[in-house]
C-alpha cells in the first residue's frame, strides 16, 4: 500500500520567488487536504478537493496561493512572490468519503524563504 | 479554535504503558475522537479512533469516559520510537472536512 507521497521534501528560495509543491495521494482516495504548519504549533488547514473540486479555501489562502487537482489525482500548491513568513512545513493528506474519512498525511514539504 | 484540551508535554519510561489524557468536554454525539502523533519532522501519523466503545489495534488502546467528555490514549509498551507529539482530535466522520489541530502533548519517552 503506498502512501501519501510529496515533492520536494525541501525547499529553500528567494523572497520573490515561485515555488510549487506537489501531492499524490493514497490511490482510490477522493478527497486531499493542504494543511501548513508553522514551527511549535499543530498542522493548519489551508484547502482541500473532492476529486478535481475544490470545495473548501481558508483565510490562510491568501491571493498568493492556489491549488490544483485538474484530473482529480495529484495535486499542486503553488506560492507566489514568496515571503519570509511562508517558511514552513506544507503537508498533504489524502481520504475517502463513504468509507470513514480517516485522512492520512504524507511527509511534507518543508519550505524556507531566504 | 480546538475543541480538545491536552497537557502540553509528559515523560513516560520506557517499557511502561503511557497514559496521554484528553478533555472534549463539549464533544457532540455523532463526534468521533481521533489520535494522531507527530514524529519530529514527519507528517502526521494517525494511530486511532472511536465514537464511545474503547477500541485497540496494533499501535495502541483508546479509551473514552461513558460521558465521552474526556479519553486516554494508552500505548502499552513506550519505547524511545514513541517520542513524538500526540494530538487528540474530534471529527465528525463523513461530513467533516479538515481537522483542526491543537498543540498537543509532547511525550518523552526516558531511557
Known amino acids: 500500500d503506498t502512501g501519501v507521497s510529496q515533492d520536494p521534501r525541501h525547499k529553500i528560495t528567494k523572497r520573490g520567488q515561485n515555488v510549487t509543491f506537489r501531492c499524490d495521494p493514497i490511490?482510490?482516495?477522493?478527497?486531499l487536504y493542504w494543511y501548513r504548519q508553522t514551527l511549535g504549533q499543530g498542522p493548519e488547514f489551508l484547502t482541500y478537493?473532492?476529486?478535481?473540486?475544490?470545495?473548501?479555501k481558508s483565510r490562510l489562502l491568501s491571493d498568493r496561493f492556489s491549488a490544483e487537482r485538474p484530473k482529480g489525482s495529484f495535486s499542486t500548491l503553488e506560492i507566489q512572490r514568496t515571503e519570509q513568513g511562508d517558511s514552513a512545513m506544507y503537508l498533504c493528506?489524502?481520504?475517502?468519503?463513504?468509507?470513514?474519512?480517516?485522512?492520512?498525511f504524507g511527509p511534507g514539504t518543508r519550505l524556507l524563504v531566504l | 479554535d480546538a475543541k480538545t484540551t491536552q497537557p502540553p508535554s509528559m515523560d513516560c519510561a520506557e517499557g511502561r504503558a503511557a497514559n496521554l489524557p484528553c478533555n472534549h468536554s463539549?464533544?457532540?454525539?455523532?463526534?468521533?475522537v481521533y489520535w494522531y502523533r507527530q514524529i519530529h519532522s514527519q507528517g502526521p501519523q494517525y494511530i486511532i479512533h472511536?465514537?464511545?466503545n474503547n477500541e485497540t489495534n496494533e499501535m495502541a488502546s483508546l479509551i473514552i469516559t461513558e460521558d465521552r467528555k474526556s479519553s486516554t490514549l494508552i500505548l502499552p509498551h513506550a519505547t524511545l520510537r514513541d517520542t513524538a507529539v500526540y494530538y487528540c482530535?474530534?471529527?465528525?466522520?463523513?461530513?467533516?472536512?479538515?481537522?483542526?489541530f491543537g498543540k498537543g502533548t509532547r511525550l518523552h519517552i526516558l531511557p
Open positions: 472511536g465514537l464511545k
Open positions: 482530535i474530534v471529527f465528525l466522520m463523513n461530513r467533516d472536512d479538515k481537522i483542526i
Open positions: 493528506a489524502s481520504s475517502r468519503t463513504g468509507a470513514g474519512e480517516t485522512q492520512y
Open positions: 490511490s482510490e482516495h477522493n478527497r
Open positions: 478537493f473532492q476529486n478535481e473540486a475544490q470545495l473548501e
Open positions: 463539549t464533544i457532540s454525539g455523532n463526534e468521533y
